[in-house]
């Protein structure tokens, strides 16, 4: 095929070595690999029954209608995004929350994962003035995807270390470690998962609202990614309250509402922000995808996605959350395993105190053996310290079939079992 | 709503003077235009009552079948593309033109303009050996998306200058001139849109056969932007032939065929620039967008696609092309304008020659008359001189209503003659 290509210092990025694409090179393996998957990794979301039919009874109606099939696939978008979903989704949000959005507010992505690239290289990076901000993230562990969305040879990020509080029953819960935490100039932007992707974990509404309070002083944006969140999908099992103001920037997604495949994230964010994302939308992609927002949009307007969140799919993580934290009682006894206090999102984030071998040496073990989960590690973007903890977890995704969650758990316990007994 | 938010070098990209960012805009300027609008701006395609009825067929069929949507929807993609797509169109491309391919020779992205942005910044920019290679874009006007994409502050395109023939019937043809055209290693990359966005000139067989030897030879890449062309959507009225061997990286799109709302772009490379698409992907965006590939798939798998490119959409363009030409004549009769022989795409390029004022002036004058086409001189990546030819053309996009095309050609001739009046 001739000689090897030359690739700039730009494509570097893209070498094969990162975290996310494991991730999302895992997430096809089942097709390449001989016997029993377990597919536990990644961050699909379920196929809920009661959820797809509603989705599949939308694109039918648009299918059967050729004005409306033609908008949705015929015409490029604006490149702010779909006007109905923006529109909608602004006067949702007012009503809801009073929050004081029109469309000018919103702005539609290809993913969250490109809304983050874009949010965090805008705010963070190189400056004008010759400095180099960061982004701050207040509590580790914290999303794999951020970690590679740097442009620089330097890091973008820098984390920052969690108290743990162990509870009764082998939970424990990661805080924010307030008092060593200081938001200033040196940071371009602030930024929390809620519910957190890998943990599960809802950063508190005071811990919220204290962030909230240091960014604004700070002069410093605070990023709250909830894309497992609030208002939609919604897959929070405590009493946790959404917040915007003019100093936040909200990254939502369709997602893990069951449709990953159209590939829309949305921003809310004042209109300065909006109005860069919708110049890069043009320049990076000339228009964001329309499928998604079309087919969501009607949805949006009388209230029946918020119906679905609240009725069928938060039930629905519920139910699954509480079989896998019994599954993992039942299976794990006799380890010493504490369970984040899962209080979101689709995934248990397990914590073998003391575990012999790296949660990297774990991964490999269990993807021989056909159990695809995430190792620890990558959730840390930006804490180099060399903290045990940091190689002792797994991420597991509870979102599939609740037989291939126990069969998977089974075989992780054998796994980490024979780990603990080798040393 | 606060002091005004600091953005980072990198986002100084996105203002709002691109020309991308005006023609994206503008496509949705007729929501909020008053008075009667004719859209010959940006790039949409034509809703094709029998392409689009087929399309709705196969989302009818999807979204009827649980599974199929769930798929579709429900599922991220591998970060390479859908498996199926990727298969269907190597063996496709084998099939058709004997090409060596399989599917770790394809990508998909959201759509040709990330390609665009992934394939320059990875060939071209800045280097570990410290040196800045540029794009070579032989032959310009050449697409007006590519301009934005660099990442640095320094350019990296630069454009060459073309011959132009003046033909019978007041046609006239750019050609690549060759004899002033040197490729080596001081590029990264050369790129030509094939056929031509913005002039629908097609590049001709011997003239790419020799671009593709000089680039082989040099070592240098060679981009084919094959958007409009070969072998889907196929809107190219010569008899020219799709060209591909190891030293070219071909882009196709989805969206001339009728589907830009899904953002399907296609990228046919050796593998180990795929590895790179697949990673950038995973880190940009997880997944690429799995709908239109999903939807389209089955259509190459029985080569029922190209009988519709064949039969149906190059067809329905050559009348229109054929139609506005007759329009340009009739209404335009009494100025100096040339055609440039319309050889493809969905574009005619009109060169008033001496025009009075720039294609700027004429665009601004034509937008507040509801005329939207795009003005000539954004068209010149990296082409500095100062070449009066730059200000004297527009780009009339014929996809839409004849009716709509027909008033605008006469209002554009209305405008165009008060300014050589007024001189």
Known sequence: MGKTMKFSRYAKRFDSGSGTVQLMEDLGAARRTRGPVYMLGGGNPAHIPEVQSIFQREMLRIASDSAAFGRMVGDYDVPQGNVEFTTALASLLNRKF???????????????????????????????????????????????????????????????????????GGFFKYHIDLDSLTIDDRYGA?????????????????????????????????????????????????????????????????????????????????????????????????????????????????????????EIIRPYYKRKMEHVVDCVRSIMGDLPVWIHQPEGALFVWLWFENLPITSEQLYQKLKDRGVFILAGHHFYPGLDEDWPHKYQCIRVNYATDIAVVEQGLKIIADTVRESYRAT
């Open 98 to 168: 009073g929050w004081p959005l029109g469309p000018e507010n919103i702005a539609i992505t290809n993913g969250s994962q490109s809304s983050f690239g874009l949010i965090f290289n805008s705010l963070a990076g190189e400056f004008d003035d010759g400095r180099f901000r960061r982004v701050l993230l207040p509590i580790t562990p914290e999303y794999i995807g951020y970690s590679d969305v740097g442009i620089y040879d330097k890091p973008l990020f820098e984390g920052h270390r969690p108290t743990i509080a162990k509870l009764p």
């Open 190 to 310: 602030v930024c929390v998962s809620r519910p957190t992707n890998p943990t599960g974990n809802v950063v508190t509404d005071a811990e919220l609202q204290e962030l909230a309070r240091r960014c604004r002083e700070a002069d410093v944006p605070l990023v709250i990614d909830g894309a497992y969140g609030l208002p939609f999908p919604g897959i929070i099992f405590t009493e946790a309250q959404p917040l915007w103001e003019p100093n936040i920037i909200l990254c939502l997604s369709l997602s893990k509402l069951g449709l990953p495949g159209v590939r829309a994230g949305i921003i809310v964010a004042r209109p300065e922000f909006i109005r860069l994302v919708r110049n890069a939308n043009a320049i990076n992609s000339l228009a964001p995808g329309r499928v998604g927002p079309e087919l969501v949009a009607a949805l949006l307007e009388d209230d029946s996605l918020l119906d679905l969140c609240n």
